[in-house]
């Protein structure tokens, strides 16, 4: 008996601290966040970047597939940003594949795909025949420490995050959505 106590403690400590890690920052009422390009945007976005709907998204510079070119996140940008963090192994990033493609193509003009592969777990030559076998005309980056995946909190695959022109995470997508949902999102984000 009193070993299953100890146990729900544990259980019950886990659960706060969980809880309390994951429990959004407050700001006070009113205050203004500030961009890291200087910009005001919303009393609602705390200051600190969090891998969080509405809040900045963390800042990263990672490499390009083929090692020709580095890709930034991070900030005020010109156009709407998808970050898709995927593996070639991965059963439901190859369902999500064709939407994205469809997704990058239809909106490409105002939105930005990175696709974030989780090199660390992934090997480069199944991630490079993933990306020819899909097709893929969006840069394909990659994470081979998995420190970027570790800042986004990124613990299984697909995740995407859609970014506005301001630098703020309005929808942190996890798993497999459907296309439908992905125009909402994109609309709502595109429009704003």
């Not at 090199?119 to 005309?137: G, I, N, P, S």
């Amino acid at each position: 008996m009193k070993r299953n106590l100890i146990i729900v403690g544990l259980v019950l400590v886990a659960i706060a601290a969980v809880w309390i890690w994951d429990s959004p920052a407050k700001e006070p009422a009113g205050q203004l966040a500030e961009s890291s390009v200087g910009g005001a945007v919303d009393g609602n976005i705390p200051k600190d970047p969090a891998p969080k709907d509405n809040h900045y998204a963390p800042s990263f510079s990672l490499a390009s597939l083929d090692g020709t070119s580095s890709f930034k996140v991070g900030g005020k940008r010109d156009k709407v940003l998808i970050v898709n963090f995927w593996a070639a192994w991965c059963a439901p990033c190859e369902l999500e594949a064709p939407d994205l493609k469809d997704i990058y193509e239809k909106h490409k003009d105002k939105l930005d795909l990175y696709a974030v592969n989780a090199t660390k777990y992934d090997k480069l030559r199944e991630a490079h025949d993933f990306v020819k076998e899909q097709k893929f005309v969006f840069p394909v980056l990659t994470d081979a420490k998995g420190d970027v995946g570790d800042l986004y909190k990124v613990f299984s695959y697909p995740i995407s995050f859609i970014i506005d022109r301001n630098g703020v995470i309005r929808h942190r997508i996890e798993g497999v959505i459907e296309r439908e949902q992905w125009e909402i999102y994109l609309q709502e984000v595109i429009d704003s």
